[in-house]
């Protein structure tokens, strides 16, 4: 099979709406939180959708997705939780200092579910209890309580003053939401209100932005684990957990006749000591391209991160450097593989700052050896040899290409 024909780039995915994002004020009018609210473009509302898949998919979309809205996520987030969501430890993927947990009305406080909230609250999650009636059933989670909601249109003020002086031996904040009227933010900050959310104060506005791919989060992920200094392997072998096709290819691959020493590889870090740190990348990102990408796309990308290698190798540049080159080759390819485009892929990822600028603004060598690279891909393409490009580095392409063959054909041999 041959892979140098240039692929049709996959066009990028279309602008969604992501979710809405109303901000939370305090007595200043500084901008302290935001209330983010499932919304789709269908018209589905979280009601009907059900607050457990709504939930799951406004967090992935907050975790995952591309947007230029950013300055939404510079303070933090308060998401409505329903009990089966927060029970299935779905917060595990969100940083606890980032986000304010809100328990609707609608949650029945068991003990099991007063159990699960302690247990988060240990680990530095904060709550806050959402359009709060002071039901009695819910007594026992306002000692959990950071924040008590109170929708000041649907509730008796004189009866909200008089709990708010009966729970003031808890260390809470009281935050007024559908404050619509300058008189009504003026009253809730009389009573002792410190935060305030409402019409008058800001409108909810629809965040939208790029959804990435399942695949392609899963590929951030491993190159963020793969490429730090001293990755930390217990991490990476939690993200290949459920990636056994992966994890079989590689074990199969270390205890080949490439590799095989004194006894059979048998973990992931047997794996990684066997490999060492740069195959072990080479082959996880091999494995994961081929698994989940089309064959011929994933033959073409990881043959341009191999070309750049070698040419990195003829310019004498130092091992570190040509890891350099092979990750932004590969990253230059994530609109080929993935629909997205490479600027928008690593503006979350942790890479260093010449593989960034590389990418994203065309500086430096190694998007100089991606460039080469992509006029040798367009020549075959159009079958026309440019005169820019020295007759050897189509040698080396040409050497590259034969080997991620020959290393695809191991990934899929039985």
């Keep these: 099979m041959t892979y140098s024909t240039r692929n049709t780039v996959v066009s990028t995915q279309d602008v969604h709406s992501l979710f809405a994002a109303q901000p939370i004020f305090d ?16 018209g589905v509302t979280a009601l009907e959708l059900g607050d457990n898949l709504a939930t799951t998919e406004l967090v992935l979309n907050l975790c995952s997705s591309i947007s230029e809205q950013s300055a939404h996520y510079h303070v933090p987030t308060f998401i409505n939780v329903c009990a089966n969501f927060l029970m299935a430890q779905s917060f595990l993927p969100l940083d606890a200092e980032n986000v304010v947990i809100e328990l609707v009305e609608r949650i029945a406080p068991t003990p099991e579910f007063i159990a699960c909230v302690s247990a988060l609250k240990q680990r530095g999650f904060r709550f806050a209890l959402d359009d709060f009636e002071f039901d009695a059933a819910w007594e026992p989670l306002i000692a959990l309580a950071d924040i008590i909601k109170v929708d000041i249109l649907l509730c008796d ?32 900050q009389t009573m002792g209100f410190t935060l305030f959310q409402g019409y008058f104060l800001a409108r909810p ?14 590929m951030a992920e491993l190159i963020n684990t793969l490429f730090e200094d001293q990755p930390d392997i217990a991490k990476l072998s939690a993200q290949l957990h459920d990636e056994p096709a992966v994890v079989m290819g590689m074990l199969r691959i270390a205890n080949s006749p490439m ?26 990102l091999m494995f994961s391209v081929f698994n989940q990408c089309n064959p011929a796309a994933a033959g073409l990308v990881l043959t341009r991160a191999y070309t750049a290698q070698a040419l990195a190798q003829r310019w004498q540049h130092n091992e570190k450097t040509q890891s350099q080159f092979f990750l932004t080759a590969l990253l230059s390819g994530v609109d080929i593989l993935f629909g997205i485009t490479p600027a928008d892929f690593v503006v ?10 590389a990418i994203c603004d065309g500086e430096g060598d190694a998007a100089s050896a991606v460039d080469i690279i992509g006029s040798i891909e367009q020549a075959y393409s159009m079958k026309r040899l440019p005169p820019d490009v020295p007759e050897d580095y189509f040698s080396l392409y ?8 020959e290393k695809l054909n191991a990934v899929i041999a039985p």
């Design 27 to 42: 007595q200043n009018l500084n901008r302290v939180g935001v209330e983010l609210l499932y919304r789709s473009d269908t």
């Design 157 to 188: 003020l004189r009866l909200v003053r008089a709990q708010m002086f009966r729970l003031r031996k808890y260390n809470l904040t009281w935050l007024a939401e559908r404050v619509e009227t300058q008189e009504q933010y003026e009253t809730c």
């Design 205 to 218: 506005e629809i965040v939208t932005g790029k959804k990435v791919p399942p695949t392609a989060l899963r």
């Design 259 to 284: 590799y095989r020493k004194a006894r059979e590889v048998s973990s992931i870090k047997e794996l990684i000591v066997r490999l060492g740190l740069d195959l072990t990348r080479k082959w996880v």
């Design 348 to 357: 979350g990822l942790n890479l260093s700052d010449d593989i960034k600028a």
């Design 398 to 405: 040409n050497q590259q290409q034969f080997d991620v063959e």
